[in-house]
């Protein structure tokens, strides 16, 4: 229940700049999908386009093996594989890197641990806030979504679950790099750290995933990266598994527990 | 008031030191205090005092020693609860209403089984305004806030450090009245200060931290004992130059015709005697204040 209070407390801290993200989020994904008939319309013209890519880049993109002009394609190239993820990464490791590591440079953990509080409680509850956040707003932006792909012929092909799988496999992509934020901020205790250590991981991912697929000897590394795991499962069409879900979040709640583990221990800054 | 027993001790810091690096910020400090008294941290800034009470509360892990509150650790949940803390530099959410803030840790006292039953009370007589968000607050009112939070579940133990900091002389008395009510309810209260005539009103010892070791640590009435004192007086007729010689705790004597001023450490009724044959017409005398032996205990230990 403390953690619960304590992620209550740290919702409501930011819940004018919550609904600012959320509102953002929604205009976004909404403004990406009306541009979808006038895609679908001159299909061909981008398919040709986009097979005159390498395939490795089509799989990057999350284009590969569909039409960009199909809803599955569309959904992929122009939301899933970029923008979509990215802004809701941008408010994952800005709340994991404040979670601690921000409150600590700003002088506002020292008070809010002399409440009696344990570490660990307050670290977990931090986590907790920042994980149904980011869940929630990732749902309601896909609620927003379903209600406006339908008329514009945006799941037609799809299953009804389709674009939920997909926020699913988004948001556990989302939590493994905010956890790494997170996790090296309540580590280290500098925030500048949390958020280069996870914006350095996203580049790393993505490129290496990217790269890896045009040196025939080093394919195998695709698999190691998170980005692969979401963008290379198909996710508008197999249900959240064992690569897509389960793993970046066993590996989001590992790292997380490594930090907490370390910022039980170490001294609080000043 | 003597330095309690460590098992009595509300407060027990033994041997603590603590380092950043090659700084030594902590060097071999004992210090008990004990239910119902206030102890006085004096030192310059960069002394160690926040340092110490960082240890106490266990933001920092000592390098070396321990540091047990009522009996345990204060990082225990039920601990906790019984501590109240204001640090130096108090920060808060800058966005969040008092409200939220207050309301925040009165849910984790509670949750502790400590509920924070002074909280209207204290809230009134400070007059914390709670409708307000705190970055929009004054100095002195962000100051009430963090006072009200460190006293609202009538802790056992209080640490302050420079609690008044930013306050009126008004509410500076009215936060030291609240601390005199919290020891004469039994708490423990470790207070740090570089303002002293506030240990003088209210501390029943002080301890003086110099470089991170603590220098002087006594009862105040046993500091001010060996505080100097200066007197000057005139008299009717000149006595010889030799005239303080045998007077106990003698530091300087002038002796100009009829008239004498001298230095003395402790009490200056023998000086008084000695020079009464010589017929005194006028005498005057003042206590060295504590800040000036405070300076002279600095001076000694660097």
Known sequence: MTTL??????????????????????????????????????????????????ESVRESLGISGASIASPEGYLMSQM??????????????????????GAEGEGTLEMTLAAPLRRVSLAWGRFVAMAAATLAITAISTAA????????????????????????????????????????????????????????????????????????????????????????????????????????????????????????????GA | MSAPSSDRASIDIADLAKSFGDVRALDGVSLQVAPGEVYGLLGANGAGKSTLMRCLLGYLNPTRGTVRTLAGNSRDVDIRSRIGYLPGDLRLPLRSSVQDILRFHTRLQARAGRPATDAENLLTRLDVPMDRRFGALSKGNRQKVGLALSLMAAPEVLVLDEPTSGLDPHMQELVLDIVRERRADGAAVLLSTHILSEAEAIADRVGVLSRGKLVAEAPLSTLLDRAQQSIEVALDEAPPPTVLDVVPGLMSAAVQGTEVTAVVTGSLSEAIRALAPYGVRRIATRAHELDEMFQQTRDGAS
């Open chain 1, 80 to 101: 899933y594989s970029n923008i979509y993820p990215l802004v809701i990464l941008i408010l994952g490791i800005s709340m994991g890197s404040w979670a601690i590591a």
């Open chain 1, 145 to 268: 979504l379903a209600v406006i792909a339908a008329p514009l012929g945006l799941l037609d092909g799809l299953p009804w679950w389709g674009i939920w799988s997909a926020a699913f496999s988004m948001w556990a992509l989302v939590m493994l790099y905010a956890s790494a934020a997170f996790a090296i901020g309540a580590a280290t205790g500098r925030r500048a750290w949390a958020i280069a250590g996870a914006a350095a991981l996203i580049v790393i991912g993505f490129l290496g995933q990217m790269f890896a697929s045009l040196a025939q000897p080093l394919e195998y590394l695709r698999t190691t990266s998170p980005w692969y795991w979401f963008l290379g499962s198909s996710p508008l069409t197999e249900p959240p598994g064992l690569v897509s879900f389960v793993l970046p979040a066993a590996l989001a709640l590992i790292i997380t527990m490594a930090g907490v583990w370390r910022f039980d221990r170490r001294d609080l």
């Open chain 1, 5 to 54: 209070t304590v992620a209550l407390s740290f919702v409501r801290d930011r819940r004018r700049s919550l609904l600012a993200w959320t509102l953002g989020i929604i205009a976004l994904v909404l403004i990406m999908a009306v541009f979808y008939p006038s895609i679908r319309d001159t299909g061909a013209d981008f398919d040709a386009y986009v097979e005159s890519l390498p």
